[in-house]
């Protein structure tokens, strides 16, 4: 399997409870995935390190369900600035999980039900 870089963000948008995002972010801090490491850049904790997978949007979606798993943090993003600008093979992946993070948290704070998200997915791939 071919090494992948892989970034990960959370926007606290909207805000955690008070408190909850630095207990997480110091979990994840202290027991990040083999290979990371967890800074604060620009006001945002983000997540960054090499992962072994079978495509790059198959190691992002490893990282951000281990993290979710083990420390209870959903990131949010794949620290894509301006997606809709990203369109190459290059970044084709990356910006898809990075689309994905978002939908997902945005579903959320807006009641879709993630089997909804899914269906919806599903019905417009083919």
């Given at each position: 399997?071919?090494?992948?870089?892989?970034?990960?963000?959370?926007?606290d948008f909207p805000a955690l409870p008070e408190g909850e995002l630095d207990r997480l972010v110091a979990a994840l801090a202290a027991d990040p995935p083999a290979g990371f490491s967890c800074k604060q850049r620009y006001g945002a904790p983000v997540l960054t390190g090499l992962r072994?997978?079978?495509?790059?949007?198959?190691?992002?979606?490893?990282?951000?369900?281990?993290?979710?798993?083990r420390h209870g943090?959903?990131?949010n993003?794949?620290?894509v600035e301006k997606p809709d600008e990203w369109l190459s093979d290059e970044y084709d992946q990356e910006t898809a999980a990075h689309l994905v993070l978002a939908a997902v948290h945005r579903a959320k704070h807006c009641g879709v039900d993630p089997a909804d998200l899914t269906r919806?997915?599903?019905a417009l791939r083919d």
């Open positions: 399997m071919t090494p992948y870089r892989v970034t990960l963000v959370y926007d072994e997978a079978e495509s790059q949007f198959a190691a992002i979606a490893e990282v951000a369900a281990e993290v979710k798993e943090l959903a990131f993003s794949a620290g919806l997915i599903a």
